[in-house]
Structures are given as C-alpha cells and as structure tokens.
C-alpha cells in the first residue's frame, strides 16, 4: 500500500528555507558577495545584477533541487532501517511552501510503499513498548505548541486501525531516525547532506532567469579566474 507521508509530522530531513541554512539567501551570499566586490563590473552592472537576482531568482527550480537531495537523504535511511521495516520510496515529491511563515514551513511531501502483513505485524507490536511511549512524550501538545502526533497510546492504536496510518508511520520512523542517533539530529545529518549537496554542486547563476544578469555574473568570475590562470574565459563560458 502507498501512504503519503511529509516532513511536518516525519521530520527525518529539514527543508524549511525561511531563515535557515537552505534558504536561497544564505545558501549563495558568499557567490552574491564575490560578484558585487568584483573590480571587473562597473556599479550599474552590479545594481543590475542585483536587481535581476532578486527579481528574478527561480525558486520552484531551486526547491526541485532541495527536494532532489531530500529524497537522496530519505532513501539512504529507509535503507538503513530495512532490519525494522522494509519500505520502497517512491520518486514522486514536492516541497510545499507555505503562503505565510507565521506557523509553518516548507515541507516535503513524500510516499512510501509498504506491504500491509508487514505494517499489521510491526506497528501494534509499538503499542507495547513502554520505551517508545516514553520517547512519544517530547512530541505532544504543551503551551504554544499543538501536536498533530499520535504519541498516546490510544491514538496510536486508533491511527493504525483507522485511515490514518501515515501519523502511526510518521511518528515511528521518527522515533527510529532519533534513536540511531541518541534522540537528537546529528550534527552532520542529513540536513546538513541537503546544503552540502547544494552548495558543492550548484550555483547562484544556475537560478536566475535573466540571461543578461547571469553574465554579468560570468564576467566577473572569469575575469578574476582567468587573471589567476584557473580556467580561461572560453572553457567557463562552455562549462556554463
């Protein structure tokens, strides 16, 4: 059976872009920097350049690439959890991205396939895990925050006898990701494998729409690069 799950209620990967590490901003202030202190440009080219990116800044490409790693990110650990329970991503995914920021942020969406013998054996065997349950504590509903959770034991049970086993699921794996690494993100997670990714990989110029402002950008990278004898002005052209 397919169940759709996101990282709202399976927060396995992070990919909220406001205000964070992923977000366009600060993913690519250094390359951002670089252009505008270039002694290449003239002030109305880096005026330009900067109006253009921020105007025109692809973010629906920008998130499919997120997702991209994302689901790298996914895949490698419903992998690693195979001895518990066996589960096949499915490729289809989308980072939704809310109207405003106030109470949420950019989620994941994902879906996850899984034999139902294989849920009917795993998941009630969790109602009788004290250990469980008192991990379950940490994600339920306290002042200022509303749990959408199933962390009692009757709500579990509920969920997975019920249509909503995807919260049953989510919170599992949850608890799975969170116990292989003593109940908290590592500091080299998979979240930090998403910016890595990103950063290592892709530029600023790969998500701006406007030709003209992409090669200001190209300018003012070759001419430094080719000064310093790192690659001329013809193989950066090519390569981009």
Same mark, same amino acid.
């Not at 994941?108 to 379950?136: G, H, M, N, R, S």
């Not at 599992?172 to 080299?188: I, M």
């Given at each position: 059976?397919?169940?759709?799950?996101?990282?709202?209620? $399976?927060?396995?990967?992070?990919?909220?872009?406001?205000?964070?590490?992923?977000?366009?901003?600060?993913?690519?202030? *250094?390359?951002?920097?670089?252009?505008?202190?270039?002694?290449?440009? *003239?002030?109305?080219?880096?005026?330009?350049?900067?109006?253009?990116?921020?105007?025109?800044?692809? =973010?629906?490409?920008?998130?499919?690439?997120?997702?991209?790693?994302?689901?790298?990110? &996914?895949?490698?650990? @419903?992998?690693?959890?195979?001895?518990? @329970?066996?589960?096949?991503?499915?490729?289809?995914?989308? @980072? !939704?991205?809310?109207?405003?920021?106030?109470?949420?942020?950019?989620?994941?969406?994902? =879906?996850?396939?899984?034999?139902?013998?294989?849920?009917? /054996?795993?998941?009630?065997?969790? $109602?009788?895990?004290?250990?469980?349950?008192?991990?379950?504590?940490?994600?339920?509903?306290?002042?200022?925050?509303?749990?959408?959770?199933?962390?009692? /034991?009757?709500?579990? %049970?509920?969920?997975?006898?019920?249509?909503? !086993?995807?919260?049953?699921? %989510? &919170?599992?794996?949850?608890?799975?990701?969170?116990?292989?690494?003593?109940?908290?993100?590592?500091?080299?997670?998979?979240?930090?494998?998403?910016?890595?990714? !990103?950063?290592?990989?892709?530029?600023?110029?790969?998500?701006?729409?406007?030709?003209?402002?992409?090669? !200001?950008?190209?300018?003012?990278?070759?001419?430094?690069?080719?000064?310093?004898?790192? &690659?001329?002005?013809?193989?950066?052209?090519? =390569?981009?």
């Amino acid at each position: 059976m397919k169940i759709e799950l996101n990282t709202a209620i $399976c927060p396995i990967v992070n990919v909220g872009m406001y205000q964070t590490h992923l977000s366009p901003g600060n993913m690519f202030d *250094s390359e951002v920097s670089e252009i505008l202190a270039s002694e290449f440009l *003239s002030d109305a080219e880096k005026e330009h350049f900067c109006d253009q990116y921020y105007d025109n800044f692809n =973010t629906a490409a920008y998130e499919k690439v997120a997702a991209k790693y994302a689901m790298e990110a &996914l895949d490698d650990f @419903i992998g690693g959890i195979a001895e518990h @329970i066996k589960l096949r991503l499915l490729p289809e995914a989308e @980072i !939704i991205s809310p109207r405003e920021y106030n109470f949420y942020t950019d989620e994941l969406y994902f =879906t996850v396939e899984a034999e139902q013998t294989e849920l009917d /054996k795993i998941l009630p065997a969790v $109602c009788d895990d004290e250990w469980f349950w008192q991990w379950a504590k940490k994600y339920t509903s306290y002042d200022g925050f509303l749990s959408f959770m199933p962390c009692y /034991k009757d709500d579990f %049970a509920e969920a997975i006898n019920g249509e909503d !086993i995807s919260r049953a699921l %989510a &919170l599992y794996l949850t608890y799975l990701h969170e116990s292989a690494n003593d109940f908290k993100e590592p500091e080299f997670g998979y979240n930090y494998y998403i910016y890595e990714n !990103i950063s290592d990989n892709h530029g600023v110029t790969e998500f701006i729409d406007d030709a003209e402002a992409r090669n !200001i950008a190209y300018k003012a990278w070759s001419s430094a690069r080719e000064l310093e004898g790192q &690659l001329s002005f013809s193989e950066l052209t090519e =390569t981009a």
